[in-house]
């Protein structure tokens, strides 16, 4: 057996028990909600946003209802891997697996691919069925190169999440730090970053929330690259050629391989170091 | 002697400590773990690891598995001169290591877990349900983990260890919540092991029934081992000779006036009879003790026991220790060159 094949083996197991865990069970009802049902409301004929905007392509609806992902998707892969090696430690298991011959590195990435498919594999399914809905309300198919780009973007922004919390899990000996760490940083970046985003526009002295500001817009569309949540919006906003933040489409694409990286590096390497 | 399938040179491993300062919070310095550490495996032989709570038993075990990566010294394939040095990954392949209590839970059944563990190591099902059947769980195979008895989650761990057929196995604590007909099972097992060519290193804090199992004995004791060989070796090396225990009626003699070594005895007292072990019985004492109408109910010699070697060896003795974890004066911290910290 090759070392990819037993990589991919090790981490179908780690995926299959995340994904008919307890706690999946739990999430699921919240992603449909989240991700289908924002798909069906953005999607009325008659919806008026904020400001009088209605979304009139297929990509457009999709793109407002990818907060769903970014409220609903982040948050479940949290919560699906805050344990993945803290728990393992504290059991003992991890010890046992430490033990074996294969190379701890091989181990690292097939956690990462284990937590990272057991919740992309739900908010996939759940982004086709957004994309069907979106076809029945509006009436319009979601081009290929859309769906390539929303489709990945997705899988970008949940691997992303999955990184972090995997990083906590390793540095944490208790499970609850590891959450808490998960999930506060969920929180600076779903909830938080629009106040970091104010207070940096308040020193910089550009007049903060007007939305017709250039000045604003572009440090908005900069500091935006900073947080995984931003350049997920970065790159779907390739596809929305009426949305200009100021960011070119291969600065979101390289911040979106620096957030791949740099994290999955930390976590191989943290992992080749790790005590029992 | 038996042939040496792997040993330790000089293996050093310092666990990192937070010691911060105030402009340093992050600070870390190398603290307890083990020193210097030399030591052979002989091929088909149990050598049991002895020491107190803290002594270094597992770390020295997660050394030998390759757990944790030796920061001097080296690991060889057999003995010092001609065998070589061997990579952690290479270790990882010949060691089979059970930590000393895997806490197996959740709903993945008790199967599935061994196979998770066994496509690491590339083990084929076949061979996953006879070690399963091997170490008494087949009829538990498809039970979840969180219904196992501590006893049975030991069983697992032990089915883990012995995955990929390893050349030497690293047993902490093995008989930890195993029942007494499980244990004795286990013991059973460790023999049919040896036989087949398996080296054993067993580390456990019961140490008499240990000694039933064990060919060698390593004495450990703040990170250091103190003496390793067998039992008699051992003994021999830590100048303890067998003693004599005596048993009779009545008030116990006064050994001092019959020779001067007789000083240093134990002596117990009970209301009707006494008992005491004497360093070694000398000529003619029987003699003596029946002259002076002594009476007489036992007489044999004794090996020194484990507990005594330990205390031997570290200078302590059992009502020093008492349940306190030994401290650092007893024997000092040395650098990786010797020099004591």
Known sequence: MSDFSRIM????????????????????????????????????????????????TAMEVLFYASLGVVFGATMCAVLLSYDSV??????????????????????????????????????????????????????????????????????????????????????????GTAISFGIGLWFLFTFLWALVT??????????????????????????????????????????????????????????????????????????????? | MEEVVLQLKDATYRHSVYAPLPFKPWRRIRGQGIFSANLSLHKGTILGLVGPNGAGKTTLLRMMAGILPL??????DADEHSGTVISDERLRHMVGHMPEQVRWQGRNTVRN????????????????????????????????LNELSQGMRQRLTLAAALLGSPKILLLDEPLNGLDPVAAAAFIVLLGKLTEKGVSIVLSSHQVEGLVEIIDRLALMHRG??????????????????????????????????????????????????????????????????????????????????????????????VEDVGLEV?????????????EEE
Request: one cysteine or more; aromatic letters at 8%; proline letters at 5%.
């Open chain 2, 113 to 144: 877990a061994l196979l998770g563990i066994g496509e690491m190591r590339q083990v084929s099902e076949s061979r996953i349900d006879g070690l399963l059947k091997l170490v008494g769980l087949q009829s538990r195979i498809d039970s979840p």
């Open chain 1, 9 to 56: 083996l090790f981490a179908k197991r780690l995926m299959q028990e995340r994904l008919f865990s307890t706690r999946m069970y739990i999430m699921l009802p919240i992603l449909l909600l989240f991700i289908p049902g924002m798909a069906w409301g953005f999607s009325d004929p008659n919806i008026i946003l904020p400001g009088g905007h209605q979304p009139d």
């Open chain 2, 224 to 317: 250091q081992i103190l003496a390793e060989g067998t039992m008699l070796e051992v003994a021999k090396h830590l100048n303890l000779d067998k003693k004599t225990e005596i048993t009779g009626e009545g008030d116990a003699p006064d050994f001092s006036k019959y020779t001067v070594e007789y000083k240093s005895i134990e002596i117990e007292q009970y209301s009707n009879n006494w008992k005491a072990v004497l360093p070694n019985s000398g000529p003619g004492l029987l003699k003596k003790l029946v002259n002076d109408e002594f009476e007489i109910i036992s007489w044999k010699d004794r090996q020194p026991n484990v507990i005594e070697m330990l205390c031997a060896a570290t200078g302590q003795s």
């Open chain 1, 198 to 276: 104010t207070m940096v526009a308040y020193a910089s002295g550009v007049s903060i929330g007007q939305e017709n500001d250039a000045a604003w817009i572009m440090l908005e569309g900069g500091l935006d690259l900073l947080s995984p949540n931003g350049v997920y919006h970065h790159l779907l906003e390739t596809r929305l050629p009426q949305i200009d933040r100021g960011v070119a489409v291969w600065q979101s694409w390289a911040m979106a391989l620096a957030w791949t990286i740099l994290p999955s590096w930390l976590f191989v390497r943290r992992m080749e170091k790790i005590l029992p």
């Open chain 1, 86 to 175: 803290s728990r393992e430690r504290a059991s003992g298991v991890l010890e046992l697996r430490l033990a074996q011959p294969m190379p701890r590195s091989h181990q690292a990435i097939a956690m990462i691919l284990g937590s990272w498919r057991a919740i992309l594999i739900p908010t996939w399914i759940l982004l086709v069925l957004s994309v069907l809905i979106v076809r029945y309300r509006i009436g319009e198919w979601l081009s290929i190169i859309d769906c390539l780009v929303y489709f990945s973007s997705t899988a970008l922004i949940l691997l992303w999440y999955v990184l972090f919390t995997l990083l906590a899990s390793s540095y944490t000996r208790e499970q």
């Open chain 2, 326 to 338: 030994s401290s650092t004066a007893v024997l000092p911290l040395r650098t990786f060159r010797g």
């Open chain 2, 71 to 76: 920061q001097a010294g080296s690991v060889h």
